[in-house]
T-cell receptor
């Protein structure tokens, strides 16, 4: 079945630096790739998503890139702030004709002031 | 404001008990999901339902069953709770057929003693 690998598991950056989290997926039929942010003690919330017909998407300080050939996608956060500290999960929709979302193992991002 | 509500935030049960985790959404979503969240393992899909009385197994269905008698309610059942089912359980829902955002409940932290 679909497998999503996520790296790194932890990431520490200085405020103002950039952070990059990478994910790879195994099912070439996957066509939807969301990213969720989970703050401590809170529920995961969608921060950005990308569909397979798009190579890059930006929303202010966050961007996601998708390489369908290599089957990997990445989250980029620029000008990091302490409030960006959280666990980030990538996900991929399993196949093209199902709504099952398969998640990566998560990245704990810490932004130090 | 979209809402996915899980019946309990914290639950302590004894080994061998039958446990019911309830999830209700008020967005008229067709799809509902149960995930289990463990450190280092991310969010693992237990069961998925795409309509009333319809369900599909996820990646880790062993020891669990589900019930969806009404569109807004999706129940996770631990037939005979065991200590290795101690975990955070997250319910989610989204619209059918389109690559849409999944909305999560606040989670139920279950401890089996």
């Amino acid at each position: 079945g679909e497998n999503v690998e996520q790296h790194p598991s932890t990431l520490s950056v200085q405020e103002g630096d950039s952070a990059v989290i990478k994910c790879t997926y195994s099912d070439s039929a996957s066509n939807y790739f969301p990213w969720y942010k989970q703050e401590l003690g809170k529920r995961p919330q969608l921060i950005i998503d990308i569909r397979s017909n798009v190579g890059e998407k930006k929303d202010q300080r966050i961007a996601v890139t998708l390489n369908k050939t290599a089957k990997h996608f990445s989250l980029h956060i620029t000008e990091t702030q302490p409030e960006d500290s959280a666990v980030y999960f990538c996900a991929a929709k399993r196949g093209a004709f199902t709504d099952k979302l398969i998640f990566g193992t998560g990245t704990r991002l810490q932004v130090f002031p | 404001d979209v809402k996915v509500t899980q019946s309990s935030r914290y639950l302590v049960k004894r080994t061998g008990e039958k446990v019911f985790l309830e999830c209700v959404q008020d967005m008229d979503h067709e799809n509902m999901f149960w995930y289990r969240q463990d450190p280092g393992l991310g969010l693992r899909l237990i069961y998925f339902s795409y309509d009333v009385k319809m369900k599909e197994k996820g990646d880790i269905p062993e020891g669990y069953s589900v019930s969806r008698e009404k569109k807004e309610r999706f129940s996770l059942i631990l037939e005979s709770a065991s200590t290795n089912q101690t975990s955070m359980y997250l319910c989610a829902s989204n619209l059918d057929g389109v690559n849409t955002e999944a909305f999560f409940g606040q989670g139920t932290r279950l401890t089996v003693v």
